[in-house]
């Protein structure tokens, strides 16, 4: 690891907290302190119509319904006003600067964690989750208090009962290739494209 990368991106996090806003009808306040056990974060660049779908499909949701959190990532166009006026939008966090989407759902999970949730759901924000989705990540999560984090089958958008896969996969450790599967039991890795952390496990881990 280079710790003088850190550094920057540390600081470049650190920095972004300063700027955060939150959405129109909400109140002007670093932190609300919520109620929702679950935070969802949606990285956004350039991406606003993807955002605001993804939003929708949230808000449709089986209980719990979560707190929205949305880091609008240095799009430098339209993005920030359009995602000023969604009205199912919670949280809105505006970064001076592109810190990739490593560093956008960072920034997510510190608001995260500063709310009380529990969990945080990393989701792309180009996904459309299903009703049940969330519900079944939390059911698996809290049957196990081992579970760090949980991750989702994918379905193609154009014909949702076909299996892209998890969203993680499998590592070939000689040629340093990865795959999607549909086999949970054969999963070695998960991505962010739809990812239940617990937030306890994510502070003991650092």
């Known amino acids: 690891c280079n710790r003088n990368a850190y550094g920057v991106i540390r600081g470049l996090v650190e920095r972004c907290l300063e700027f955060m806003s939150l959405s129109p009808g909400h109140a002007d306040a ?17 991406g606003a119509d993807d955002t605001i779908g993804c939003l929708a499909a949230i808000n449709a949701l089986e ?6 959190i949305v880091i609008e990532n240095g799009s430098g166009d339209a ?6 006026e969604a009205s199912n939008l919670d949280i809105l966090i505006e970064s001076p600067v592109n810190l990739g989407f490593g560093g956008g759902c960072n920034l997510g999970i510190a608001r995260a964690r500063a709310e009380g ?13 299903e009703a049940g989705a969330l519900s ?7 049957g196990d208090p081992r579970l760090a984090a949980v991750g989702s089958l994918m379905h193609e ?3 949702p009962d ?28 998960l991505s962010g494209a739809s990812l239940l952390l617990r937030l306890d496990a994510l502070a003991v881990i650092g």
């Open 30 to 46: 670093r932190t609300t302190m919520s109620n929702h056990e679950v935070a969802v974060v949606l990285v956004n660049w350039r």
């Open 63 to 68: 209980a719990p319904r979560p707190l929205s």
């Open 79 to 84: 993005s920030a006003g359009t995602l000023r």
């Open 117 to 129: 949730a529990h969990f945080v759901w990393l989701l792309n924000n180009d996904a459309r989750p």
């Open 136 to 142: 079944a990540l939390l059911q698996m999560a809290r």
């Open 157 to 159: 958008t154009a014909d």
């Open 162 to 189: 076909l299996a892209e896969g998890y969203n993680g996969g499998v590592i070939d450790f000689c040629t340093g290739q990865v795959r999607r599967s549909c086999n949970a039991q054969e999963i070695q890795y």
